[in-house]
């Protein structure tokens, strides 16, 4: 694969410069725990399709990754391929992102509620060469899901499966067989060693068009933001990490693969989020830190049962993704005595902005943090010039951790000569450099931190039948943050109902998370004179809609 990033000699220069980007690769890290506490537990799963709980120290994290690379090497994966995995939070997924790092082999993740309508365009935009599904996962079949769709993807040369059968076993395949007793591991590795300029991972996010755009990070951009956060946050070698955030989604993955890692700590993966079980692991593996959206510390603040178990080790939660209601904060600061740290960031720059130790409760609640080190944010008019403290403006961040384009999409890059990149979203900047998300202008819906497509789910509404004009937007949702609000204008002597609408996007194998969860049903959409649909209004009249 040509990725042609978007990376500039000055823009490597002045980050080494500046000391942020420390060229190195997370295999570096791995490498340094194996010599340094070899049998230090690195990461501790609960499979909840077998019931098993496994725990992998680093010396069997580098084993089962060398042979796993190697394995990779002899099915044909070259330098630059991609690699992608549909998995939950499973342990395998930390052994295949080293493994690809040793070979130089670019990570492709792809969320477990993916079906045949996203992977059939994510698997064949990026040639994927290969991909590793679970048998099953909450009772769906993925292999046959695959199975359905080889046809159509050409480059897609292997699928593997975990706990599979036969030539398809990702255990018969890759780990069972000892392919380091049949391949010069040694000369392998330290020919394929990437650049840490290299693109390592291609994550699909959901934008203002009607397909998912393939953001393309390099080994320093993620490494220096995963640094960022630990530094910012306050982060040692001591601390145990939960995390219940897919490993597929950017909090996932930076913050429950790259951070342990780097930290040379443990890392205790949840694969279905559940706020009981999450106090539980808390409690028997005395986790310190963890992160997720909003919903994830509201059920863990008050879903009934979470107060049987003593989850007095966890000090630190960063949230992020949606807003933090104050009274939430305030709730669960209190029955944790932990600290509640606030976080802006995309899958184009990952955590962006925090808040930070010894800031006072307002801060936490009422901004959504200052900046990590080595990057930049401002707000600006519509002339960029930056506005007056307090004042809304469009906002715009630049810096190390920034991505490195869209997959054969360079035109949208949306940044300037300057470095500065248009995120899409509203915010004010306080006197202290703090900012507060305000609006977005990107369209899309925050469901619990998960990105909606929003022109995707409409554009096969409009397919529909009965359907004149649609638009979704965002209503409030108190435990999600958002939920989807579609309005329909029915075709003359037409009609839909909420369970013909859902029971059409079942048909278009949409994703379920995708769905809106509501339908509202009009005479006709609010237009500015150009025909243009005037969404704002609609949202304020989806924030007035009761909700339940």
Known sequence: MDFNPILPPERIAAHRAAGHWKDRLIVDYVDEAVAMRPDHVAIRDFNSTTGRATSISYRQLKRLSDRMALGMVALGIEPGDIVSFQLPNWWHVEVLYVACVRIGAVINPLMPIFRHRELTFMLGFNESRLLLVPRRFRGFDHPGMIAELRGDLPHLKHVLVVEGTGETSLEAVLLRRRWEDELDGEAIFRERRPSPNAVTEMLYTSG??????????????????????????????????????????????????????????????????????????????????????????????????????????????????????????????????????????????????????????????????????????????????????????????????????????????????????????????????????????????????????????????????????????????????????????????????????????ESCRLAKNYFPERLELIDAMPRTPSGKIQKFKLRAAAAELPQG
Not at 267 to 272: A, E, F, K, P, R
């Open 208 to 505: 203002t068009t009607g397909q998912p755009k393939g953001v393309m990070q390099i080994h320093n951009t993620l490494l220096h933001n995963v640094g960022g956060v630990i530094e910012q946050v306050g982060l040692t070698d001591d601390d145990v990490i939960l995390m219940s955030s897919p490993l597929a989604h950017n909090t996932g993955f930076l913050f429950g693969l790259l951070m342990p890692l780097m930290l040379h700590s443990k890392v205790v993966l949840q694969d279905i989020w559940e706020p009981v079980g999450a106090a539980q692991r808390i409690q028997d593996e005395r986790v310190t830190f963890t992160m997720g959206s909003t919903p994830f510390l509201q059920d863990l603040t008050h879903a009934p049962g979470v107060e049987r178990y003593d989850t007095g080790s966890l000090r630190v939660f960063v949230t992020a993704g949606a807003p933090i209601p104050r009274v939430l904060v305030q709730a669960a600061t209190e029955k944790f005595r932990m600290r509640v740290v606030s976080g802006w960031g995309m899958s184009e720059n990952g955590l962006a902005t925090t808040t930070r130790q010894g800031d006072p409760p307002q801060k936490v609640f009422e901004t959504d943090g200052a900046p990590i080190a080595g990057i930049d944010v401002r707000v600006v008019d519509e002339n960029t010039r930056p506005v007056p403290v307090g004042v809304e403006g469009r906002l715009q961040v630049r810096g190390a951790s920034q991505f490195v384009g869209y997959l054969r999409k360079p035109e949208l890059h949306g940044t300037d000569a300057e470095g500065w990149f248009e995120t899409g979203d509203n915010a004010r900047m306080d006197a202290d450099g703090y900012i507060r998300i305000s609006g977005r202008s990107k369209d899309i819906i925050i469901r619990g931190g998960e990105n909606v497509p929003v022109v995707e789910v409409e554009e096969l509404l409009y397919r529909h039948p009965a359907v004149q004009d649609c638009a979704i937007v965002a209503m409030p949702d108190e435990r999600l943050g958002e939920r989807g609000c579609c309005y329909v204008v029915p075709r003359k002597g037409q009609t839909l109902t909420f369970q013909e609408m859902v029971a059409y996007l």
